[in-house]
């Protein structure tokens, strides 16, 4: 099974940055669009941000777009997220995953999740 690890979340300060990383083992990556979700706590998860094979599409949320910034790097099978000007409504556990296209990421339903990087941003 495909193991996607996420990682670099923390506790910032609204306004800061942060920089999310996601690792997977598998070997076909670099021909998959991937994705950033989030879920926060008590509500569903939600599509953040998508991006194409070869990174040359993008797409995001509305309420991320000008902030946040994803890109990948298929040599080291990994995807990124860099946030700035955080909110406190950006608090949030930080997921990613792959499909097809772009289109697919963001509305399949997915059977596997990693566990997830937590986000916090305090006002």
């Known amino acids: 099974q495909v193991q996607l690890v996420e990682s670099g979340g923390g506790l910032v300060q609204a306004g800061g940055s942060l920089r999310l990383s996601c690792v997977t083992s598998?070997?076909?990556?670099?021909?998959?669009?991937m994705g950033w979700f989030r879920q926060a706590p008590g509500k569903d998860r939600e599509f953040v941000a998508a991006?194409?094979?070869?990174?040359?599409?993008?797409d995001y949320a509305d309420s991320v777009k000008g902030r946040f910034a994803m890109s990948r790097d298929n040599a080291k099978k990994s995807v990124y997220l860099q946030m700035n000007s955080l909110k406190p409504e950006d608090t949030a556990v930080y997921y990613c995953?792959?499909?097809?296209?772009?289109?697919?990421?963001?509305?399949?339903?997915?059977?596997?999740w990693g566990q997830g990087t937590q986000v916090t941003v305090s006002s």
């Open positions: 598998d070997r076909t990556f670099s021909v998959y669009a």
């Open positions: 995953n792959f499909g097809s296209s772009i289109g697919v990421v963001k509305t399949q339903e997915y059977d596997y």
């Open positions: 991006i194409s094979w070869n990174g040359r599409s993008t």
